[in-house]
């Protein structure tokens, strides 16, 4: 399905890939700290999406699982909704934002209580064709 053939286009397509050809998948609330999970989602920043599975597969860093499961999602929304090559895929488009901080309390010495901040991330991948990415960028294909 070509981008122009959409009948209906959500606001966050919109606003992360506009009419470009290419899809996005996110995971919210992940138990993992944003901070973590930006170290594994700046490696596999602006590679071909074989390259990235590659490296997220045997990346030791928590986080890689998670990102690695999105941007299988991603790719599968690629070719199915948009009717993308997977050989052709790059990601674009990568980033983590941090979630509701969860407030927990540990005790400490003399009835003193320490808070620990539980942060969740919400991690989002969007893939696009190779030539798409590289207009986009001004580089030309």
Same mark, same amino acid.
């Given at each position: 399905?070509?981008?122009?053939?959409? $009948?209906?286009?959500? !606001?966050?397509?919109?606003?992360?890939?506009? +009419? $470009?050809?290419?899809?996005?998948?996110?995971?919210?609330?992940?138990? *993992?700290?944003?901070?973590? !999970?930006?170290? =594994?989602? +700046?490696? =596999?920043?602006?590679?071909?999406?074989?390259?990235?599975? !590659?490296?997220? $597969?045997?990346?030791? $860093?928590?986080?890689?699982? @998670?990102? /690695?499961? %999105?941007?299988?999602?991603a &790719?599968?929304?690629?070719?199915?909704?948009?009717?993308?090559?997977?050989? #052709?895929?790059? *990601?674009s &488009?990568? /980033? =983590? #934002?941090?979630?509701? @901080?969860?407030?927990?309390?540990?005790?400490?010495?003399?009835?003193?209580a320490?808070? *620990?901040?539980k942060?969740?991330?919400?991690?989002?991948?969007?893939?696009?064709?190779?030539?798409? %990415?590289? +207009?986009k960028?001004?580089?030309?294909?």
């Open positions: 399905m070509s981008v122009t053939e959409r $009948q209906r286009v959500s !606001a966050r397509r919109e606003s992360l890939l506009g +009419d $470009q050809p290419g899809a996005f998948a996110s995971a919210r609330f992940v138990r *993992i700290t944003p901070m973590k !999970a930006r170290r =594994v989602v +700046d490696m =596999v920043r602006g590679l071909p999406v074989e390259e990235a599975l !590659a490296l997220l $597969q045997f990346a030791p $860093q928590a986080a890689a699982e @998670t990102v /690695y499961k %999105v941007l299988e999602s &790719i599968a929304n690629a070719e199915n909704t948009e009717g993308l090559k997977r050989s #052709d895929l790059v *990601i &488009i990568a /980033y =983590v #934002d941090e979630g509701p @901080t969860m407030k927990r309390w540990r005790p400490r010495a003399q009835g003193r320490t808070r *620990i901040n942060r969740p991330s919400h991690i989002t991948l969007a893939v696009q064709p190779a030539g798409v %990415v590289a +207009d960028n001004g580089k030309g294909a």
